[in-house]
């Protein structure tokens, strides 16, 4: 007999079975299956990330659809592999560099790439090796890499295409810019915090002295204040940037600055001999009800300014060098606000070359760090008695979440595509419903960022990353091909022409938009590109629709003239038990494989701490975990922990993971691995499933397969639907409910009793293909402890000693429902049979009756029905409700008594001798008075109007729950106590 360990032991198991499937290739793609080619693109990791639990979370879906369709027949295909991760990969290398006395730009480009390209081949896989722990069943052997030579030539190809089509131009634009890093960064690299602020209200006086009559009127017109002034007040929260100032905006049908719209206001700020004037202009974005609504327009460093700048021709002025550092270079700040002079009284602005030329920066400020200028210049404008008034206000401030600094938008020169342009059939696409997304109300995001989308900047100033494939001459004409050979060939350049390459490297999102098809073999027509583009479903974050999901539905649309994939399945952020966005400045952060594993407190404190700067939020933390996790983490296992993914994978929504649900599916990987141990010792040696004519079933082996059918329907149905949590609660409502709780409990009598051969040979041959059947069904959630079971029980399903070589869980076929064998006669039979036997357990529990004492049963008010069933299923209720006898009366001789209800008949338990009636009333009466003494506290506190008001709503909430549960309890208890006061 093939018999599992006592005990189950995830991590042997998995240990074991991955390396197996990963070896034999189960993975790959059978061509030649017969299904309807399906794949999946795996969102490619960061080269330098680690598995966290929304990768978990997210692979877990993606495996379960993949096992899924793999076992349905198809020709099956998820795609892996890992991006190089631009920005983080060239901060790691640096800092490992660093440590070792050396640097980045002392090394030089080529050193330093080389250097990452080790780094890579040494340490590059650890996240790969993770997601082999969490049963990830992608296709290994077709592994890619977003820098590797087969990526490269397919980014080089799409940008020469674009350019050549105008869709790529090069041009000055206003971008975020991260100082520490030193280069453009996207807005998905860019974090709002709400931070304490300044609001700085400053004076600009009219040019020459000139005055108006400001005044306010109300709601109905009506004069509510006025004033002669000489200015016009500004409110800023970067007075720094007052120097770039190109004029002040006000809205149209604002009277209070009509009297002064075309005339000129002095900037307060620099040597007062060369103070600029800026005219006063009107303008939309201005709104007349926030601050003075007046606002100053500094075009290059505000991204509303910047709009507003380019509507109305307003020179746009950069302060800053690439560090944040007030600029240095150019001429002397005399001639450079004589020129700027020039340009407001020209009325023409000129080429933007020329205005970045002009360096603002009075010759004082020059070199300084953004806040201490900032600090100067409040002070010198508040010197001269121009500041009107310091506004302390929460301020919205951007940071790099790479370097943690604050972002500075800049306007500098970049590489653009012209996403208009490609965005028009990508919203065609959703449109048309050529792609759907699930659920279907996240189209409205796509459309919203889609149709307000703007040119997109895909240069970065980095060294690690696709080298933007264009070549400047001596004179900076542009030259763009795929190598420099193929530039002088394309543009008929002899030797003596002088080419050298663009410094900048690519947004790791423009090789990424490429995914679908690259990772397939474009631009070559592989075989793998024509089975599987356009691929089945991209199941990914709301978060990066618009960052990855539209640009590769914008690529795939221009260079395969079709889209990426027919669906888009988007699922939530994974949070902590409370709902809080997991973050490692909190300490509520769970590492997957801890999860797995199981790891000691000590050890969870220790890396939570790491490499924390600030002693005291380490303190923090520290308390924090000590308190949560007192014993640590216990180990759980892969299964268990891909088992409460798909439970909480309500579509859409996030989820909050609780530990708790864990734990419980641990315990559901144990129920099931003791039902197969049970399973197995029923089974003699030399077993073989006996024929159709040689075997008697019980209703309770019919039941139990009508049931099956129904559960393989639903499974079916919810994975069609990308219901992961009603399929995961399908599946074990059936194994821990029908098939441990009730059928192996039904089955006992006739296993151990007096039951015919052919009795139990059909009870044997239902119990092995029901098991057998069932694995297949929970194996794309649950696929370790579902394989070492099935490598045990489908031999002997099938008459055999042994799983043959080469066989595995993985490539069988998925269970499909047989309606014909769904029997109702034997569902009503044996749900009437769980019924009586329910009712008489929850009395004996009620009543405290010991397990082992047998109970009298009386019954009144049967059927006929009734009474058959009862002669029918004699054994199996004296066998799981323990009765002691079972007599039938009328409903007026009835005595005091425990009553159940299966339907009209009465099910009555006489409680004289079956219970202690004093000591249990004594008993009731302790457990009342603690219930009493609860509820008077949670009453209390609820009654406080401060705990209602000022707790959180969640914890409030919580308390009103608790109060109900104790009452309903209160309440239960106080019947029964009536009842046996009665005996």
Excluded at 192 to 213: C, D, I, Q, R, S
Excluded at 214 to 241: C, H, K, L, M, Q
Excluded at 899 to 905: I, P, Q, R, S
Aim: proline share 5%.
């Amino acid at each position: 007999m093939a018999e599992l360990d006592k005990t189950f032991d995830p991590h042997t198991i998995e240990a074991r079975w991955y390396p197996v499937w990963e070896e034999r290739g189960y993975f790959a793609p059978d061509y030649d299956a017969p299904g309807e080619p399906y794949c999946i693109m795996l969102p490619p990791p960061n080269v330098t990330g680690s598995l966290h639990m929304g990768h978990a979370f997210q692979h877990t879906l993606m495996d379960a659809l993949t096992r899924y369709h793999r076992m349905l027949g198809d020709p099956t295909l998820w795609q892996p592999g890992t991006d190089h991760a631009g920005i983080a990969t060239q901060m790691l290398v640096e800092r490992k560099v660093e440590a070792q006395g050396e640097s980045r730009h002392g090394l030089g480009r080529e050193a330093f790439t080389d250097r990452i390209w080790d780094w890579k081949a040494e340490s590059g896989g650890h996240i790969t090796r993770q997601m082999r722990r969490l049963g990830t069943s992608v296709d290994w052997s077709r592994e890619r890499f977003t820098m590797d030579e087969g990526l490269s030539e397919a980014v080089r190809d799409t940008f020469v295409a674009l350019y050549d089509k105008g869709l790529i131009y090069r041009g000055q634009r206003l971008v975020n810019w991260d100082p520490v890093l030193d280069t453009a960064v996207s807005d998905l690299e860019v974090e709002n915090a709400e931070v304490a602020g300044h609001m700085w209200h400053f004076k600009y006086p009219l040019e020459n002295g000139a005055t108006y009559e400001y005044v306010e009127t109300d709601e109905d017109g009506n004069e509510t204040f006025r004033e002669t002034r000489d200015y016009i007040s500004i409110a800023t929260t970067r007075p720094e940037t007052m120097l770039g100032d190109g004029a002040i905006a006000v809205h149209p049908d604002d009277s209070r600055y009509a009297p002064i719209v075309g005339l000129r206001c002095e900037i307060p700020v620099g040597p007062k001999a060369q103070r600029r004037l800026i005219p006063i202009i009107t303008d939309e974005y201005p709104d007349p009800d926030f601050g003075s609504g007046a606002v100053k327009i500094t075009g290059a460093h505000d991204f509303n300014d910047y709009e507003v700048a380019k509507r109305n021709h307003i020179p746009m002025y950069r302060l800053m060098d690439s560090k944040a550092a007030l600029r240095v270079d150019g001429e002397a700040y005399e001639q450079a606000a004589a020129r700027a002079a020039e340009i407001v009284a020209s009325g023409t602005t000129p080429n933007a070359v020329e205005v970045d030329a002009i360096n603002l920066v009075p010759d004082d400020y020059r070199g300084l760090d953004r806040y201490e200028a900032r600090r100067r210049i409040v002070e010198a404008i508040d010197s001269e008695g121009l500041m009107i008034a310091v506004e302390d206000k929460p301020i919205m401030q951007p940071y790099g979440d790479r370097s943690g600094d604050v972002i500075e938008p800049m306007l500098t020169n970049q590489w653009f595509v012209d996403a208009k342009t490609l965005a028009k059939p990508a919203i065609e696409a959703v449109e048309t419903g050529r792609i759907k997304f699930v659920p279907g109300n996240w189209d409205k995001t796509y459309y919203e960022w889609m149709r307000n989308i703007q040119d997109w900047c895909i240069s970065r100033q980095l060294w690690w990353g696709h080298r933007i494939p264009a070549w400047y001459n001596a004179d900076g004409t542009i030259y763009v091909g795929k190598s420099e050979a193929d530039v002088r060939e394309k543009y008929g350049l002899g030797a003596e022409v002088t080419l050298t390459q663009d410094e900048d490297v690519l947004d790791t999102w423009f090789s990424a938009g490429l995914w679908p098809f690259s990772t397939l073999g474009w631009p070559e027509k592989t075989r793998a590109l024509e089975t599987f583009y356009p691929t089945s479903v991209l199941v990914t974050g709301f978060d990066i629709i618009f960052f990855w999901v539209a640009r590769m539905i914008m690529m795939g649309l221009e260079f395969m003239d079709d889209v990426p994939f027919r669906e888009v399945y988007v699922h939530g952020l994974v949070r902590d038990s409370d709902g809080a966005k997991m973050s490692k400045s909190k300490g509520n952060v769970l590492d997957p494989i801890d999860l797995i594993d199981g790891i000691d407190l000590e050890s969870l404190v220790t890396k939570r701490t790491a490499n924390m700067m600030q002693p005291q939020k380490a303190k923090a933390i520290e308390k924090a975990t000590r308190k949560a996790f007192p014993d640590g983490i216990a180990a759980h296992g892969t299964d268990a922990l891909r088992f409460t993914f798909a439970a909480l994978a309500s579509p859409g929504r996030d989820i909050r993971f609780d530990l708790g649900r864990v734990e419980g599916y641990r315990n559901f990987c144990n129920k099931l691995w003791n039902a197969a141990r049970f399973t197995l010792m029923q089974i003699p040696e030399g077993y073989t499933p006996a024929d159709d004519d040689a075997v008697e079933l019980s209703q309770a082996d019919r039941w139990i397969v009508s049931r099956l059918q129904r559960v393989e329907r639903e499974v079916t149905t919810q994975f069609d639907n990308y219901r992961f949590d009603l399929a995961a609660k399908a599946i074990h409502d059936f194994i821990w409910h029908y098939f441990c709780d009730w059928y192996l409990e039904l089955i006992k009598p006739v296993l151990s009793g007096e039951s015919s051969e052919a009795a139990k040979a059909g009870t044997r041959r239902t119990l092995l293909r029901t098991l057998e059947a069932t694995l297949r069904l929970a194996h794309p959630l649950m696929p370790f402890i579902t394989e070492e079971i099935w490598q045990r029980v489908a031999p002997l399903a099938r008459g055999e000693a042994l799983a043959s070589d080469g066989e595995s869980i993985s490539v069988q076929p998925f269970p499909r429902a047989d309606t014909t064998r769904i029997n109702d006669d034997a569902e009503a039979e044996i749900d009437w049979l769980r019924d009586v036997i329910a009712g008489l357990r929850t009395i004996r529990g009620e009543m405290d009756i010991a397990p082992s004492q047998p109970m009298p049963v009386l019954v009144a008010n049967a059927s006929d029905s009734d009474r058959q069933r009862l002669s029918d299923h004699r054994a199996a209720i004296d066998f799981l409700a323990r009765v002691e006898s079972i007599d039938e009366i009328t409903v007026e001789d009835a005595p005091d008594s425990a009553t159940a209800l299966v339907g009209e008949m009465q099910l009555r338990v006489p409680l004289a001798g079956l219970i202690d009636k004093e000591a249990e009333l004594a008993r009731l009466d302790k457990r009342l008075a603690k219930l009493e003494k609860d509820l008077a506290g949670i009453r209390g506190r609820l009654a406080s109007e401060s705990f209602v008001a000022k707790a959180p709503a969640d914890v409030v909430a919580k308390a009103r729950e608790q109060q109900a549960n104790v009452e309903r309890e209160a309440s239960e208890l106080a019947e029964q106590r009536a009842r046996i006061a009665a005996l």
